[in-house]
C-alpha cells in the first residue's frame, strides 16, 4: 500500500504543470530568503489537494491544486509557500519517514500511531509559527488564509498525502487557531516533539526483534506439534 501511494504521488508531480511563472518566482525567492540552496519547483495539478511538499534528491516539489492557488492572494501564497518551506528546513519529511515505517512495522501498536499522530500535529504548529514571523501577514490574517484553505478542502473532498508534509493533516483546526493567537509558540524543534521522535527510533527496532522472536516461537510451536 505504501509503495502504491509513493508511486501515485510521483505520477501526480509529472503530470503536473510547471509554467505558472510568477508562483514559482515568489518561491524561490522565499527559498532564497531561508537559504535554501536546493531547487525548488511548484507543480500545480488539477486534482483537489492539500498544499504539501515532496522531497526527492533533484529537487523539492510543493503542490498545490490550480483552483486553490486562483482563489488565493498573493500574500496568502507567500505564506503557503512559507509553511511548506518550513518543512524541508526542520527536515520534518525525515521525521515522516520514520513515522511512515513505524506504522508500517507497529501498524498493530496504538501507541506508535498516537505517537506519530502527535508528531504531526507538532509540526503544524511550527511550520504555522515559522511562517508567521517570516510572512507579511499578520497573525489574524494568517488565521483568515488558514480558514480559507480550510473551507477549499472541505468543500472539495481533498485528499491528503500519507507520507509528505502537508499543509493540513493529522492536526486540528481549532488547535491550530488557538496557536496562531499565542505569541509564544516557537518554530523550532520542542523537548516534546524531540523525545516523540527519539521514541519512535527506539520503538522500531524493538518491535522488529519482538516480531522476530514472536515468529520464532510461533513456528517452535508447529514444529512440536508435527
Known amino acids: 500500500i505504501a509503495s ?6 510521483r505520477r501526480t508531480i509529472r503530470l503536473a504543470n510547471f509554467d505558472d511563472t510568477s508562483l514559482q518566482s515568489l518561491t524561490e525567492n522565499i527559498a532564497h530568503q531561508l537559504g535554501i540552496r536546493r531547487q525548488v519547483r511548484v507543480a500545480m495539478v488539477q486534482a483537489n489537494t492539500s498544499p504539501f511538499i515532496w522531497v526527492e534528491q ?9 483552483s486553490l492557488r486562483r482563489s ?16 524541508y528546513l526542520r527536515r520534518d519529511h525525515w521525521s515522516n519517514s520514520l513515522g511512515f515505517l513505524v506504522l508500517a512495522v507497529c501498524w498493530w501498536n496504538p501507541v506508535s ?9 507538532l509540526q503544524e504548529y511550527c511550520c504555522d509559527a515559522m511562517a508567521i514571523a517570516k510572512s507579511q501577514l499578520s497573525r489574524r490574517e494568517y488565521a483568515e488564509c488558514l480558514y480559507q484553505i480550510t473551507h477549499f478542502i472541505e468543500s472539495r473532498n481533498c485528499s491528503l498525502p500519507a507520507s509528505a508534509c502537508e499543509l493540513f493533516g493529522h492536526t486540528s483546526v481549532e488547535e491550530r487557531f488557538k496557536m496562531i493567537s499565542n505569541k509564544s509558540v516557537d518554530f523550532r524543534l520542542t523537548k516534546v516533539g524531540l523525545l516523540t521522535v527519539l521514541f519512535l527510533s527506539a520503538l522500531l527496532p524493538c518491535t522488529i526483534a519482538f516480531s522476530q522472536a514472536d515468529s520464532k516461537a510461533v513456528q517452535k510451536d508447529k514444529v512440536q506439534q508435527a
Open 4 to 9: 502504491r501511494r509513493v508511486y501515485l504521488l
Open 58 to 66: 533533484k529537487a523539492i516539489y510543493i503542490v498545490i491544486s490550480e
Open 72 to 87: 488565493l492572494t498573493h500574500c496568502h501564497l507567500r505564506s503557503v509557500m512559507l509553511h511548506e518551506l518550513s518543512h
Open 113 to 121: 500511531w498516537i505517537a506519530v499522530r502527535k508528531m504531526r500535529a
